[in-house]
């Protein structure tokens, strides 16, 4: 063993001021030593945390390390003690590993293809136009993340699985509330289980009636109700949450970056790229765990069975051997292929339909509001905590020329 590897002792739980959109310097530190660091767990456990472009990417194309909740027992902020985590629920398939995640997956891969997606993109725009119209009649200024950056997402994902309408303010504030990093164990239980409960009645509705929907088409197939609560439940969480605070922090850093915006403005064609960009930028999924399965060769190190390893997804789209100039935002920007939707097995599902969302609400949000500015100075945008699940923003006051 290399004695001289760097040791990132504690994992930072935020970010340095003024830079709300880079990772924790910590976390850029640690990949200047190297892709790879030691990383000793709140519990005395000593695992591992990798922050170059190819070894994360390489873990997670890796069926010899898994992504199975029962193994997650050490947690990197947090002394979990004695702590025994139980297996994922039926159909939580992001915390499972092969076979069982692609009976849920599998089912579900034609849901969400690009063709599929890209039929979306009329309602897409009619749901955009309709928060547009608001924000402007309602102006000149506004919190872009009720008025814009949540609603679209959330409405879209709701009709895609069937969710009525008037239920869809329930599930932002519950999924908020387990997603945000800000409640107490005891707020996000009952969040987490007032979701279940509802999905639960769901899922026997649409037993009684179905609908036109995704969740219905899956009744035809053998999983049970539970298991359709489960998937279900992910396709909620992840369809709104990481989508809505994409679309704001994507928006509060072209803001930042006013040549990069003026360049998007003219250009249309920019588009596409831009929100590549953005997602690579940003990586709103800040980093993944996973967890040995036998002893395994990595970065020149062996990883010993059992070991639990953090992947940070936000250094590894920052990785200097793979992006050029990889810390500044350029909408024009040739090498893609970032890892902001993961790899392997468990890329995005719903990687298209944030495309889709992103390519039609960022340039409609633009071109409405020429003049669109921060109503508060930068410094003074409330963000999510590091350790929530998803990185963002809290709220972002916008204002523009009436």
């Known amino acids: 063993m290399n004695e001289s590897l760097h040791t990132l002792e504690t994992m930072p739980t935020a970010r340095q001021s003024g830079c709300p959109f880079d990772p924790p310097a910590e976390l850029v530190e640690a990949r200047e030593h190297g892709p790879i660091s030691r990383f000793p767990f709140p519990d005395g456990h000593q695992g591992w945390l990798v922050t170059g472009y190819d070894l994360v990417r390489s873990v997670l194309a890796d069926p010899r390390f898994s992504s199975r909740r029962e193994f997650m027992s050490h947690h990197p902020t947090i002394d979990m003690g004695d702590f025994q985590v139980p297996p994922a629920p039926p159909g939580e398939f992001l915390l499972m590993d092969e076979p069982q995640h692609s009976r849920y997956r599998k089912p579900l891969v034609g849901k969400f293809t690009v063709r599929r997606m890209r039929l979306l993109t009329e309602r897409v725009e009619q749901v955009t136009a309709e928060h547009l119209d608001a924000m402007e009649k309602a102006g000149p200024s506004a919190d872009l993340v009720t008025a814009f950056a949540k609603p679209i997402p959330a409405i879209v994902i709701c009709e895609l699985l069937g969710v009525p309408y008037e239920d869809r303010g329930r599930f932002q504030d519950n999924i908020d509330k387990f997603l945000g990093g800000e409640v107490s164990d005891e707020d996000l239980l009952v969040a987490y289980t007032a979701t279940q409960q509802y999905l639960a009645e769901l899922v026997a509705a649409k037993r009684a009636h179905p609908t036109d929907d995704v969740l219905s088409d899956l009744l035809d197939s053998d999983l049970t109700d539970e298991e359709l609560q489960g998937m279900a439940l992910i396709l909620l969480s992840a369809g709104f949450d990481t989508t809505a605070n994409m679309l704001a922090l994507g928006t509060f850093a072209l803001l930042q970056n006013p040549e990069q915006l003026a360049a998007l403005r003219a250009d249309p064609t920019l588009t596409d790229g831009a929100v590549e960009e953005l997602i690579r930028y940003l990586t709103v999924a800040k980093q993944f765990m996973r967890v040995a399965l036998e002893d395994i060769e990595l970065g020149g190190h062996t990883i010993k069975a059992g070991t639990t390893i953090i992947l940070s997804l936000s250094t590894a789209n920052r990785d200097p051997e793979r992006f050029t ?28 339909l944030a495309r889709v969302e992103m390519r039609v609400a960022l340039p409609a949000l633009l071109n409405r509001f020429p003049t669109l500015r921060l109503a508060v100075p930068a410094e003074e945008v409330a963000l999510r905590p590091e350790t929530a699940d998803i990185y963002g923003v809290k709220s972002l006051p916008v204002t523009w020329d009436a």
Do not use: E, K, W, Y
């Open 325 to 352: 100039d990889p810390h500044t935002l350029n909408v024009r920007r040739q090498d893609g292929g970032h890892l902001a939707f993961s790899h392997g097995i468990h890329q995005c599902l719903g990687q298209q």
